[in-house]
């Protein structure tokens, strides 16, 4: 079915339903002591058929939603397939742009949910979920996909980093008959789905079924190889016709407060990390994160499951400053975490770590005043006259990370142009200042999210094939990543046509 002929059909077919059904379908969580009990809970519970065919069909097909979706999926028509009961069309159309629906559907920030017509109607159609309950009917996506085998078309592409950046851009270009090589540091592919985002979250079976569809299409993979220490950037630049990075943010920045050298002190990632790959950290009972965004939330909840007594997220700014929001998903986090028993201290300085015997045993801080400053954000200011203190035998700083670009060598460094702020420059095309090299994902984009992560690399997808000259060669253009759908539903860009 033509991409045009899905929408219209859909408008039609829509606007008669949601006269019936106004009210979301509710989602249903698992209990918070269930769910704090393991790591293989997940909080949310799937739809039943009936529950995800019914939530399907209240969408009314505006597709308004794909304006705000970074990878601009086509969210009517894969809405409107749920509604008529067709999974395997649901997951065919995410697949048009994105090659993970069941990780997306489970971890994606949706902020198409928070510009859905209908969220003064009964609530915005769960779109996400409804990713999710299309993507969990199939454990091989092989059966529905009939993805094109294409004979290699003599072209080879070196993609650095095994998150999501670097596996999209790996599975569009490997379909069209490039040869991809996957380099990985770790011993494993999935970047921060993998050692970042917790298994309640996001479970290994998951990813093992997405992460193994791509890998199956025939990338060779070359994982515990970093590039700058096992392999040389500049052979790589040499043997290949092109090369991506997608090496993501993985340098720890911690916040150097008195204190931190005693044992007990340790960065989120590199904590979320140990326990992604099934190390079980003694915690102790009282644990206090610092930090506000994702990584905050899934330091605490994951302390939980570790068997903390007593979790608290100190954080500098107001509960409205948090990275993330205001959005649906950064309220859904916070509500979860409180469930689970999380405590958030907002405005608050840690300003020393008191250690005995060498280990953490306690955080001082100040409570902070808001200061307005001009017309800029708010500022938080310590009241320095009130000593606070909380027990903790653990502090996790979950306070940012930063690209580390120490694989490249000095020439390349050199030449590769960064923003002030350390991300890497692009252009329409996805490539960097150095012919040839691509690049995308948290090392190159301000959201830090899967779905810009994956927008960015179908941008170099494309950018690579022309690069490489290679364009009339593609036999298929739906098997293409379709960027900027957006435009086409929107009435701005209808009308300057
Ligand atoms: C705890 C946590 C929770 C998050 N939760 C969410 C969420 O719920 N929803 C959401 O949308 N986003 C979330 N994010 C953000 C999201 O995970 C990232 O935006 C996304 O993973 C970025 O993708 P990427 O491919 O650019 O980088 P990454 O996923 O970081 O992958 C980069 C990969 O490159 C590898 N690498 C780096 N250097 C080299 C080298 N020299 N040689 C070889 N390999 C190298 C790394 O080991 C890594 O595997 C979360 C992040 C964290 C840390
Ligand atoms: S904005 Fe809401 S109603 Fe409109 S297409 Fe998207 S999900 Fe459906």
């Known amino acids: 079915m033509s991409r045009i002929k899905r929408y219209n059909e859909f408008s039609n077919s829509g606007l008669a339903v949601i006269l019936l059904n106004f009210e979301r379908m509710k989602i249903t969580h698992e209990s918070p002591e269930k769910r704090v009990s393991s790591f293989t809970v997940e909080p949310l519970r799937e739809y039943t058929d009936q529950e995800g065919s019914v939530e399907a069909s209240r969408c009314i097909g505006c597709n308004i939603c794909t304006q705000s979706c970074p990878a601009s999926l086509d969210i009517g028509g894969y809405i409107r397939s749920t509604a008529a009961g067709d999974p395997a069309e649901t997951v065919r159309i995410v697949f048009e742009n994105l090659p993970f629906p069941a990780i997306i559907g489970r971890v994606c920030t949706h902020l198409c949910e928070d510009i859905c017509v209908l969220n003064d109607t009964g609530g915005p159609i769960a779109i996400r979920h409804l990713k999710r309950f299309a993507a969990d009917k199939f454990d091989d996506y092989g059966t529905i996909l009939n993805v094109p085998r294409r004979k290699f078309i003599g072209k080879s592409v070196a993609v650095i980093g095994g998150g999501p950046a670097g596996l999209t851009a790996a599975y569009y270009l490997a379909i069209q008959g490039v040869s991809v090589t996957l380099f990985e540091t770790m011993p494993e592919l999935g970047g921060f ?7 309640y979250r996001l479970p290994q079976d998951v990813l093992d079924k997405e992460i193994g569809f791509i890998t199956g299409l025939g990338v060779e993979v070359k994982t515990s190889t970093r590039v700058g220490t096992d392999v040389k950037f500049s052979d790589l630049m040499r043997e290949y016709d092109a090369v991506f990075i997608g090496v993501g943010n993985h340098k720890a920045r911690m916040t150097g407060t008195p204190g931190s050298d005693a044992k007990g002190i340790v960065h989120a990632t590199e904590f979320l990390q140990r326990v992604s790959y099934g190390e079980k950290i003694n915690v102790g009972k009282n644990v206090v994160v610092i930090g506000g965004g994702f990584t905050a939330n899934d330091a605490s909840r994951t302390c939980l499951r570790l068997g903390a007594k007593k979790v608290y997220i100190m954080y500098r700014r107001r509960a409205i400053d948090r990275p993330g929001y205001p959005s649906s998903n950064a309220e859904e986090e916070m509500e979860e975490a409180i469930e689970e028993s999380v405590e958030y201290l907002w405005e608050v300085t840690p300003f020393e770590y008191v250690s005995q015997d060498g280990k953490v045993s306690s955080v001082r801080y100040w409570q902070n ?11 938080p200011v310590p009241k320095k006259e009130k000593v606070l ?19 490249l060598e000095e020439e390349y460094l050199r030449q590769l142009r960064l923003t002030p702020q350390g991300h890497v420059i692009v252009d329409e095309n996805g490539m960097t200042s150095i012919k040839g090299l691509f690049s995308g994902g948290d090392s190159t984009n301000i959201n830090r999210d899967l779905i810009t992560a994956v927008r960015d690399a179908d941008t170099a997808v494309l950018g690579i094939l022309n690069y490489l000259n290679v364009m009339d060669q593609i036999a298929d ?17 209808a009308i300057k046509s």
Do not use: C, H, N
């Open 389 to 407: 203190e909380l027990p903790a035998d653990m502090v996790i700083e979950a306070t940012g990370q930063e690209t580390d670009f120490s694989f």
């Open 477 to 493: 253009e739906r098997w293409l990543p379709f960027l900027d759908r957006w435009k086409k539903y929107s009435p701005t860009a």
């Open 193 to 199: 789905m993998k050692s970042g985002i917790p298994r």
């Open 369 to 379: 005043e808001m200061v307005m400053e001009g017309r800029g954000r708010a500022k």
